[in-house]
């Protein structure tokens, strides 16, 4: 199979009841780890390149590094993103160079910029044979050039999505709902703590999420910030010489709900980042003496296929649906 857009895995997902994990990736163990569990679980997937990866990687690198992960798993359909475009010429650049998919971040413009710039894009992916997600509303938090403090993030207004979709043509949207960018996202005073000492985060704008699907039915709704931040992983990297007090995610069952409705692409980067920098961290710490870099970038590597391969079957649901 080649890489494909994402027209065909949304339908499906949003049929069945599922939706398809947007894991970023920056280097090939990351594009490793994600596709063997998609490939070994029979799971579509969506690898997403951001601005920072591009610059960090190369674009030539990450599209080939994708290139080879679609040779090596000729089973399941494989889509390459781009993740917060927020020029027409990034996206196009993206365009002609082998994506399949582009997203144009325009939330933080007024209405009428954002259906502008999204329309110019759409007309230009169209024509090439590839899909555009856009977004309306904003999210708190950092993802590496995206950053919205809190108190500055909005909830979508449902009443602005129709005449948005229909004037803009975009393929899917991104809403805000309560989900955040990073490791922390959400301050303590927003949380309550449970009996371990753990925060737990204000639920999800489920109401608003469905005030969405009923203005528009049978449309692909996309979930950014979606990491869960597992307390294993922070655990780790406190255990090991971190410092990263009251890291807090999304609670996966939220995740787990909105990909059962119109939710088909939930994204999920800092999840990827703290399984490696936690099992780096417990390999250096049990390893001292050890120097070469496949020893700690092997079970790096493996940590992000095990939690990719969770996130697969116990909160995207996209287990054999390739
Ligand atoms: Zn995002």
Redesign the pocket.
Known sequence: MALVTTTEMFKKAYDGGYAVGAFNVNNMEIVQGITEAAGELKSPVILQV?KGARAYANHTYLVKLVEAAVIENPEIPIALHL??GDTFELCKSCIDGGFTSV?I?ASSKSFEENIALTKQVVEYAHDHGVVVEA?LGT?AGI?DE?VVEAGHESYTRPEEVEEFVSRTGCDSL?IAIGTS?GAYKFTAAQCTRNADGILVPPPLRFDVLEECIKRLPGFPIVL??SSSVPQEFVKMVNQYGGNMPDAVGIPEEQLRKAATLAVCKI?I?SDIRLAMTGNIRKYFAEHPDHFDPRQYLKPARQAVKDMVAHKIKYVLGSDGKA
Do not use: I, Q, R
Request: proline residues 0%; glycine residues 6%; hydrophobic residues 25%.
């Open positions: 951001s993740d917060h997203m971040d977004e999210l993802e995206v991104a960018h950014h910030g994204n980067d």
